[in-house]
């Protein structure tokens, strides 16, 4: 009887049960549905974003450079050799047989040292026209050596000229009537005055000794003809042996080259520069040697030859050179070590411009109207016409376009255009 109640009651809880049980289910299978809508839509939204981002344009790498002002050097810079600057070559006076010299390159000799001796050859020594030739040589000797007087007068009033205008021009300067520059185009003047002078005396000596071998030569057409005696050559000056091209011993005709001397603490450097480039090099220009073996060394031009000649270059290209002859402003102890013939690097500076703004030569290009950079601004491309001034290897003088601390792309490639997104490597 108890039991009866208590299956009526339970019953209806069964019902309710399984109403909530499969209401349960529903909301789970609802909410699988969603949650997996959800995903694929999420999936959908990520792989469009994917193709999004992986399509749009993005930023270029290119390298930078700041616009800034500073220094700019315009130079001319080419591969020069030294060379001693009065180089006597003593040659043989007439035909004959050349003993062996000893001398070697680098030895010192004193003036009027003998320096070769030749033998008489058998007939050349003998024969009439032999003779008349060395009558010749020995006017012309004779005529060399008045010239060489004459030369010798022409210099020392040139240098007393230049003295004068000197002292005249340090008064003028002292006064502040001139400029100070005036001051130094006057020294300048008056130290190559001084050299020519110089120079002119060692041609004088040439000269002189020229005409005693060569009187020497014909009076041994005399009775010392039939003798065996040697014939001296003697040094025309005292200085170093630079080279022995007739070292051995053999015959030699008349004006043979036997050996060469020169002072080697006396040396100019001949650099030869494109033509284009000579006509923009002035006699003073300050010039910078580098690269000889040692620390840089100051120079300056002192003449730029008024002829040029015809040149092959590495490429096969004929070109126009010009030689320029570079005289050195630094005392002998800093380059006591170059020789003759050594190889140096010259900067020949022909414009110095200060405080200008200046972007790297790789920056400016060509374009339809004149010269064009490209400018970083707000991360993209800026085509920015250009007015260039002064360019050196390096850098280049911006007139008009830019601003000091603009950014440009240097050596911007086809990518690089107007609009596009740069960001700096």
């Given at each position: 009887?108890?039991?009866?109640?208590?299956?009526?009651?339970?019953?209806?809880?069964?019902?309710?049960?399984?109403?909530?049980?499969?209401?349960?289910?529903?909301?789970?299978?609802?909410?699988?549905?969603?949650?997996?809508?959800?995903?694929?839509?999420?999936?959908?939204?990520?792989?469009?974003?994917?193709?999004?981002?992986?399509?749009?344009?993005?930023?270029?790498?290119?390298?930078?450079?700041?616009?800034?002002?500073?220094?700019?050097?315009?130079?001319?810079?080419?591969?020069?050799?030294?060379?001693?600057?009065?180089?006597?070559?003593?040659?043989?006076?007439?035909?004959?047989?050349?003993?062996?010299?000893?001398?070697?390159?680098?030895?010192?000799?004193?003036?009027?040292?003998?320096?070769?001796?030749?033998?008489?050859?058998?007939?050349?020594?003998?024969?009439?026209?032999?003779?008349?030739?060395?009558?010749?040589?020995?006017?012309?000797?004779?005529?060399?050596?008045?010239?060489?007087r004459a030369a010798i007068e022409r210099a020392e009033l040139a240098s007393k000229h230049a003295a004068d205008d000197l002292?005249?021009?340090?008064?003028?300067?002292?006064?502040?009537?001139?400029?100070?520059?005036?001051?130094?185009?006057?020294?300048?003047?008056?130290?190559?005055?001084?050299?020519?002078?110089?120079?002119?005396?060692?041609?004088?000596?040439?000269?002189?000794?020229?005409?005693?071998?060569?009187?020497?030569?014909?009076?041994?057409?005399?009775?010392?003809?039939?003798?065996?005696?040697?014939?001296?050559?003697?040094?025309?000056?005292?200085?170093?042996?630079?080279?022995?091209?007739?070292?051995?011993?053999?015959?030699?005709?008349?004006?043979?080259?036997?050996?060469?001397?020169?002072?080697?603490?006396?040396?100019?450097?001949?650099?030869?520069?494109?033509?284009?480039?000579?006509?923009?090099?002035?006699?003073?220009?300050?010039?910078?040697?580098?690269?000889?073996?040692?620390?840089?060394?100051?120079?300056?031009?002192?003449?730029?030859?008024?002829?040029?000649?015809?040149?092959?270059?590495?490429?096969?290209?004929?070109?126009?050179?010009?030689?320029?002859?570079?005289?050195?402003?630094?005392?002998?102890?800093?380059?006591?070590?170059?020789?003759?013939?050594?190889?140096?690097?010259?900067?020949?500076?022909?414009?110095?411009?200060?405080?200008?703004?200046?972007?790297?030569?790789?920056?400016?290009?060509?374009?339809?109207?004149?010269?064009?950079?490209?400018?970083?601004?707000?991360?993209?491309?800026?085509?920015?016409?250009?007015?260039?001034?002064?360019?050196?290897?390096?850098?280049?003088?911006i007139v008009k376009g830019l601003a000091d601390r603009d950014a440009v792309v240097v050596h911007p490639g086809e990518k690089?255009?107007?609009?596009?997104?740069?960001?700096?490597?």
């Amino acid at each position: 009887m108890s039991t009866t109640p208590s299956l009526s009651r339970t019953t209806p809880a069964t019902g309710t049960d399984a109403v909530h049980v499969q209401a349960a289910k529903r909301r789970a299978r609802t909410r699988r549905r969603w949650l997996g809508r959800a995903a694929w839509i999420t999936v959908g939204v990520a792989g469009v974003a994917g193709l999004v981002y992986a399509w749009r344009p993005k930023p270029i790498p290119v390298d930078l450079a700041t616009v800034s002002r500073g220094d700019l050097v315009v130079s001319v810079d080419e591969v020069g050799k030294t060379r001693v600057r009065d180089r006597f070559v003593v040659s043989a006076p007439l035909a004959g047989n050349l003993m062996r010299i000893e001398l070697k390159p680098g030895d010192k000799v004193l003036g009027d040292a003998v320096v070769a001796r030749l033998a008489p050859m058998e007939a050349p020594l003998l024969d009439p026209r032999t003779r008349a030739e060395a009558v010749s040589r020995s006017e012309a000797a004779s005529a060399g050596e008045r010239q060489s007087r004459a030369a010798i007068e022409r210099a020392e009033l040139a240098s007393k000229h230049a003295a004068d205008d000197l002292e005249r021009v340090r008064h003028l300067v002292a006064s502040g009537s001139i400029a100070q520059d005036m001051l130094t185009n006057a020294e300048l003047e008056a130290r190559l005055r001084k050299e020519e002078l110089a120079s002119a005396r060692f041609g004088a000596q040439v000269a002189t000794h020229e005409a005693t071998m060569t009187r020497a030569a014909l009076a041994r057409f005399g009775a010392a003809a039939a003798s065996r005696e040697g014939f001296d050559v003697s040094a025309p000056i005292a200085g170093t042996v630079l080279r022995v091209p007739a070292q051995s011993a053999g015959p030699v005709q008349p004006g043979a080259p036997l050996l060469e001397l020169g002072d080697p603490s006396a040396i100019e450097i001949v650099t030869e520069v494109l033509s284009a480039d000579a006509v923009r090099i002035l006699p003073g220009a300050r010039v910078v040697l580098e690269r000889w073996g040692g620390a840089p060394l100051n120079a300056h031009v002192r003449r730029v030859e008024p002829s040029g000649f015809t040149r092959l270059s590495a490429l096969g290209v004929e070109e126009q050179r010009v030689p320029v002859l570079v005289d050195l402003d630094e005392p002998r102890e800093k380059w006591a070590t170059l020789g003759d013939g050594y190889r140096v690097e010259a900067r020949i500076v022909i414009e110095e411009k200060r405080g200008v703004l200046r972007v790297p030569l790789g920056a400016v290009f060509r374009q339809a109207e004149g010269w064009g950079v490209y400018r970083l601004e707000e991360g993209r491309a800026k085509l920015v016409a250009v007015t260039l001034g002064a360019k050196s290897d390096v850098d280049v003088e911006i007139v008009k376009g830019l601003a000091d601390r603009d950014a440009v792309v240097v050596h911007p490639g086809e990518k690089v255009k107007e609009g596009v997104k740069l960001r700096g490597r």
